[in-house]
């Protein structure tokens, strides 16, 4: 299952990834039922979770159900738990969605909910994130997870997100960080996608965040929480819903 996952995680192109996954959702959803572990996304319990990871994988990372990361289900175990986000009226930008987040929110009626991004086959808008086509101030919440590792400028990348937000809006910025280091790891000049691979754990990134990203974020104008929310659960509950407990939920908010 591993080799399985990681050639097609590296081989086929992830628009085409994407459509796959939806039609093939419903046969491994059967076939990993169990109680081992819980996706708090959809309720639901399997035996095992799917290994996932473009070089070393991780095991039971990939939830059947929702195909959500852990990094999900720790977003909508804070969205649940600390925000009123399913309860009160907000228009919502959503770069880049993930699949199952992008099917429940649209359905949700409380939320005015738009998904852009320039290569999604999924999304309402096509739209470049160093040129978003919304008016300034446009929106209460924006989501964008996991692109701006994909952005040589992440500057302008992050302004744009800055003046599209509301004042008193947040947001939520997941990217991949290594902890330990204090300066963000990036290089220009690494175009082969093999090398990518090798110095920024994917063969699409440009960098590593380290913790200097919220000095980033600080430097357009957000408010940057580093927040370490899967430690708010017990190390049984991290278990279960499979969560990492050395990620960080980068919440942000505009003053």
């Given amino acids: 299952m591993k080799t399985l996952t990681k050639f097609l995680l590296n081989k086929i192109p992830r628009p085409l990834l994407i459509k796959a996954s939806i039609l093939a959702r419903p046969l491994i959803v059967q076939f990993f039922k169990g109680n081992k572990f819980t996706d708090p996304i959809d309720g639901k319990s399997y035996r095992k979770f799917l290994p996932y990871g473009y070089g070393k994988q991780r095991v039971n990372a990939l939830s059947p159900g929702t195909l959500s990361l852990e990094r999900h289900r720790q977003m909508w175990l804070y969205l649940q738990n600390e925000t009123d986000f399913f309860t009160k009226n907000y228009k919502v930008l959503h770069i880049a969605p993930e699949q199952e ?6 359905k949700m009626k409380n939320l005015d ?39 040589e400028d992440d500057k302008k990348a992050m302004s744009e997100l800055f003046r599209v937000m509301r004042k008193g809006g947040w947001g939520i910025f997941q990217v991949p960080m290594k902890n330990s280091l204090e300066k963000t790891y990036e290089d220009f000049s690494i175009k082969d996608p093999k090398e990518r691979q090798k110095h920024f754990g994917q063969y699409d990134h440009v960098r590593w965040y380290g ?14 929480d580093i927040n370490f929310y899967s430690r708010k659960f017990s190390s049984e509950e991290r278990e279960r819903f499979a969560l990492m407990e050395n990620e960080i939920l980068p919440v942000v908010s505009k003053k």
């Fill in 101 to 106: 987040f992008l099917r429940k929110f649209k």
């Fill in 113 to 151: 909910y738009i998904s852009a991004d320039l290569y999604s086959p999924i999304v309402d808008v096509k739209a470049d994130i160093l040129d978003l086509p919304f008016e300034d101030e446009s929106f209460d919440i924006v989501f964008c997870n996991h692109v701006l590792e994909h952005i």
């Fill in 211 to 224: 913790m200097d990203y919220f000095d980033r974020l600080k430097n357009v104008g957000f408010e940057a």
